[in-house]
């Protein structure tokens, strides 16, 4: 074998010897270009995905990040200000079902984290199907996509290649994991706050994985980071909530806290839930990335990546808390390193990045109290309740409101027929009554939804949030400025007409370009389906962005 180095050609007479010295010319140029030679088409496309990210943190923060992070993306790719998910849903699974599927929960199924089947009189989970035990009632169930109606573009690129690519996904959420390994992934790996090991979720079992993971559990990095304390990256006082939102951090708010393990079943939560998982997931997915060899070969392979900018110790701060600011600040550096290594082991000219968030930061009531912006909290499990009260008084006792979930009423349709009462008309008392409920700005029956004409936007998002065997009866949007209190007392926030999150595509052939025109992410997984050059998913609605490559 003869191997072509650097060629000198300071010495060579390229007049007594054209043919030869234009040879050498030609060899030594092509030496110097064959590892940055850009693909026919991405050898690997890594999806990182942020939980609670919005473009506005990305801009405000922007001159505090490194360059190599996030600003290399954004200064360097395709930057999509304002991507949009239709607010039908405020579970993260249905924006994560329409970014995959390019269709939307009308069509993809995923209209909550949980409905009630009205059939089989059952709750479903969106994840576990209506059971949450395997059948010895012992071992939990792990997440799965079986309830998801359409393919994916994954599940595409394993069918054109029959089974050859490698699909996997890595984060800290499995809820949130799931949807990006389609219906049949390599490997969907989660760090498990029980053990601060990560763990392969296949099926219902949890399996060692392959060696290298072994090896990387082995050195027991999340009890390392255990010992250590979380405080600000830089000078506190020049993080955005102290310089225009108040002089010092209220008195009972320290930024300081410890990681050490504590008792109970999650030993391990303050340190994934720190900046240190979102370091445990980076350097994991260096391993994958090295070991499992991905973007290696002709076959195309899809990595995932989920990360957070939610503390355990602040988990509804806003999106300009001093703690969030330092998780994004601390996971720029990750990202930079994460993006320089792809570089050196598979080549950014191989590699599509695309980095978007999974849910945009709440806006709590206190944000809007500042700027003495109506805004309030809205409770959907005692207002069915109260609605209940009400047709007990008008009709008689009985659970008239079967169950409530995700901005839906399920009213109990037994109980109707039996009662021999029309359904357009306590409908129409329901609707009524729920439209008196503060917070609440429609409430409408999914019969007069769907056959509404207006364009309005809120309603539209309801509309392609509704799934005729799986949603409720009666539909509610939240007036602009409420959030919803969760069973638990957590709160989410309600988007009045759509969740807009940023959208980033960097390296391979994508062009450098800042889009501020909203764009749907319907039309992600058909893009990605045509650089990959793979049959779009099937329930696919959304089109090809324009611009982002040739």
């Not at 992934?185 to 979720?201: E, H, K, R, W, Y």
Request: net charge negative.
């Amino acid at each position: 074998m003869v191997i072509f180095g650097p060629v000198n050609l300071s010495g060579m007479n390229s007049i007594k010897y054209p043919f030869l010295y234009l040879l050498l010319v030609f060899v030594s140029i092509s030496t110097l270009a064959q590892h940055r030679i850009v693909s026919q088409r991405p050898r690997l496309v890594v999806f990182i995905q942020v939980d609670e990210l919005s473009t506005d943190q990305l801009i405000a923060f922007r001159d505090k990040f490194t360059d190599d992070g996030f600003n290399r993306l954004m200064n360097g790719g395709s930057f999509f200000r304002h991507a949009y998910y239709p607010a039908g849903s405020v579970y993260a699974g249905s924006h994560l079902s329409t970014f995959f599927s390019g269709a939307y929960a009308a069509t993809h199924g995923i209209i909550s984290d949980k409905w009630y089947d009205r059939l089989r009189g059952l709750e479903v989970d969106a994840t576990l199907g209506t059971n949450q035990f395997s059948s010895n009632d012992t071992i939990p169930l792990l997440p799965g996509t079986d309830q998801l109606l359409t393919s994916t573009l994954v599940d595409e690129l394993k069918w054109m290649h029959n089974g050859a690519a490698n699909v996997s996904a890595i984060g800290l959420n499995p809820d949130c994991l799931v949807w990006a390994g389609g219906h049949a992934p390599d490997d969907v790996i989660c760090m498990n706050s029980a053990t601060g090991q990560f763990q392969v979720l296949r099926d219902t079992l949890v399996e060692p994985g392959p060696h290298w993971l072994t090896e990387f559990n082995a050195k027991q990095l999340a009890d390392v980071y255990s010992e250590r304390e979380w405080g600000p990256l830089n000078d506190l006082r020049e993080y955005h909530q102290l310089k225009y939102f108040s002089d010092a951090l209220p008195g009972d708010h320290t930024f300081l806290y410890t990681l050490k393990k504590e008792k109970g079943n999650q030993p391990y939560a303050a340190v994934i839930n720190s900046p240190y998982g979102n370091k445990l997931v980076r350097d994991f997915a260096v391993n994958h990335i090295i070991n499992s060899k991905l973007g290696k070969d002709e076959v195309p392979d899809v990595l995932t990546l989920q990360f957070t900018t939610k503390s355990v110790f602040r988990k509804e701060a806003s999106a300009f808390e001093a703690e969030t600011e330092d998780m994004l600040l601390r996971l720029d550096l990750e990202i930079a390193d994460l993006v320089n290594i792809i570089d050196e082991q598979v080549g950014l000219e191989k590699t599509l990045l695309v980095l978007t968030g999974i849910s945009s930061p709440i806006r709590t009531t206190e944000d809007y109290k500042r700027g003495n912006i109506p805004s309030g909290v809205f409770n959907g499990t005692k207002a069915a309740s109260l609605l209940n009260l009400y047709l007990m008084a008008i009709h008689g006792q009985g659970r008239w409101v079967k169950a409530y979930h995700d901005g839906q009423v399920y009213l109990n349709h037994e109980l109707l027929e039996q009662s021999k009462i029309s359904i357009e008309s306590i409908l129409e008392e329901s609707a009524r009554f729920l439209m008196q409920v503060e917070g609440v700005a429609y409430a409408m029956p999914a019969s007069e939804l769907m056959s509404a004409s207006s364009n309005l936007a809120a309603l539209q998002s309801l509309k392609l949030n509704y799934h005729p065997k799986r949603s409720g009866d009666i539909l509610i949007r939240l007036q602009p400025g409420w959030n919803e209190e969760l069973t638990g007392g957590s709160l989410v926030y309600r988007h009045w007409t759509s969740s807009k999150l940023p959208l980033v595509f960097y390296g391979w052939k994508v062009a450098r370009q800042n889009v501020f025109e909203p764009v749907p992410m319907t039309d992600v997984a058909p893009t990605v389906s045509s650089f990959l050059e793979i049959p779009f998913p099937n329930g696919c609605e959304g089109g090809i962005l324009n611009g982002v490559a040739p």
